[in-house]
């Protein structure tokens, strides 16, 4: 029996030499493959996540071809190198035609730490930081763009007229709210002083006895001097009344018209006060009925409220003897109250008219007006 030729003793694995080494890179797993498999290495495919369904070269498993050239029906090369296919997200083999449809890498932070160059927009001239060397020294690169010229001094005047207007009004501002509300804690001393200052001339005139009215022998008092006081029950208010209008006789207190009646008398007594919180700020609020009284050293004369009238500073006529009819002869006593309207303004005046209605002395006590 002959033996077995060399052919068929020959080993199924050969030991792998240098060559084989190098170019061998993943071993054959087991089960060993059949004679027709040698030529190339199945590996198995990794389960993807479910996905769109992707072309059909996708689907089919990956193999990397073993060069050897122990294996020649494998039709490969020694020459060529093994191609690995490209991984989607999820794992599964991507072709290089599909790969080269697939979105480009999402930049690291590295990239996004990268300071990207800045666009110049349309129409922006970009001047450089640094000043520019010149004979006469160094100049700055915004000289250029902050020269002295027309359109730059005008509005510098502008600008600073602006703020010099804004700056005046606001003062003029806070001067006219001190003489309508600053003023209030001033003229209230003065009229404490005025009220005591009556007193006292009042507790020093000898006393006559009960009078309708004063005595037609009274002599006229000076400008400034306290002649009597007035109360307005609906204001809740009093004020001590002096002689004479002028600015500086009715600054604190309402002031009596000199050519007119004294209080009590047949004809028109009148008074005229700054319209301000603390004199007749709320003059207006009298209504017809209301009582108006006035006080001297030995009588109260009570005044009722028949109505009012807004004129102007030029109509004189409110304060005649028969209110509003000049040159006709009194019969009765009247009482003018007169001040600025509007309020904040004076180009008009506020006039309150009244009519005595009776009298009575001071030694009976206060009136029952004031008392209700």
Known sequence: MTGPSPTEHRPRH?????????????PRLPPEPKADDTATTVLPRVPAEPQAQAPAEADATAIIPKITPDFPESGTDASETAYIPKLSDTGAAVPPAAAAKLPPTPSTPEDDDRPAAPETPKGVTVVPLRPVRTEEGYRSVYSEYTRTSFGSVARAISRGTGEVLITFGLIVLLFAGYEVWGKSAIVDAHQDELNHQLEQQWAQQPTVGP????????????????????????????WAVVQGVTPADIRYAPGHYPDTALPGQVGNFSMAGHRTPAIWWDLDKLKPGDSVVIKTAETWFVYTVTGHEIVLPTAVQVVAPVPDKPGEVPTKAM????TCNPKFNNYQRYVVHAELTRSQPVADGDPAELKG
């Open 211 to 238: 009078s309708a009215g004063p005595s037609p022998a009274v002599v006229k008092p000076a400008n400034g001097a306290v002649i009597a006081s007035v109360h307005i029950p609906r204001l809740n208010k009093k």
């Open 335 to 338: 009482l003018t109250m007169t």
């Open 14 to 26: 050969r030991a792998l030499d240098q060559d084989d080494i190098a170019t061998t890179i993943i």
